[in-house]
């Protein structure tokens, strides 16, 4: 069996993309189903068995760990953690969160982890005020 030799520089002009059976064809190749043009290339059978399989792919379900988002009904602190002082900023969580420990706790930690590395003494200064809610509501139990 003889083959004709072709410039191959021409099968890899495409700009975008893998290079497929009837692009070759097109340009007088033969290309094997179990064939790879290159490396990072696939032939057409592959191609599109991939791309089917992305349009097919139903949409992800939610993992069963975790919950939906909710909002929450506390108002917006509108800069509020940053103005007030430890003491202020206790006193107005308690007032909005209706002494929900739990909540209070939760939105300084929310504070503290995304600010730890950034602003490390707004990290502080919400530890602080932790320590001063779980005081308060301690006492008035």
Known sequence: MAFK????????????????KDYAKS???????????????????EYEKKQDAKIKKPLKKKSKKMGDF???????????????SASGLASWLIKTRRGNLKRIIGSLNQQVVFNRGKNPS????MKTTMNIVRKRLKKEK
């Open 70 to 84: 909710k909002h929450s009904d506390a108002p917006d602190a509108k800069g509020k953690f940053k103005s007030l």
């Open 5 to 20: 030799l072709k410039n191959f520089t021409e099968l890899y002009k495409r700009p975008t993309g893998p290079v497929t």
């Open 122 to 125: 707004y990290a502080r200064k």
């Open 27 to 45: 340009l007088g190749f033969h290309i094997a189903d179990d064939m790879t043009l290159h490396t990072g290339q696939v032939d057409d059978y």
